[in-house]
């Protein structure tokens, strides 16, 4: 099947096959650029109210309360955008916090395309990812932008230096927690949208 490629603005670039992503792009008549321009203001949203929701609860609370946000608030915010978009919207990365956010085959493609271009100096902020796939005869359009590791507040609860006592209360909410050890700049993860095609 004839694969189509979308450039948006140079940050866009679709790689299926070389990545050996199941699926193939798929002609639609929804225009690739508004089905894009959707999936960057869900991911646009669910992370501006997401570090809204931080900052205010390390304000109030501290690193805890914080990570109290990310355990419980998070995910709410992004079943919200879901259900108002259609789609699926969360958060990945290469080492996750919540197993549920495990990187699918298509995720882990791009998100190690991600940490190749931001180490060969591409901004990891600019970083992004849209593909339209077709998997069992159903035509979505796939879209994942970077999120680089913040100096604040992220390496407070996902950095080098993590005090003690929020490490312990870290493995007691997240056993299998693989999301320390980053340094600002890093590829902490990514936002994934799915939205469904016609």
Known sequence: MRRNWVALLGQVALIGMAFGIAGAVAQTSVPVDDQVKAARAIAMELGGKLKGELTAAMASGGPVQALGVCKTVAPAIAADLASSSGGKVGRTALKVRNPANAADAFEK??????????????????????????????RSMRYMKAIPMAAAPCATCHGTAIAPDLLQTIREFYPADEAVGFEAGDIRGAFTIELPLP
């Open 109 to 138: 493609a791009v998100l190690l395309r991600f940490v190749e271009d931001a180490a060969k100096g591409a901004d990891p902020s600019k970083l992004e990812h849209a593909e339209i796939v077709e998997t069992e005869g159903r």
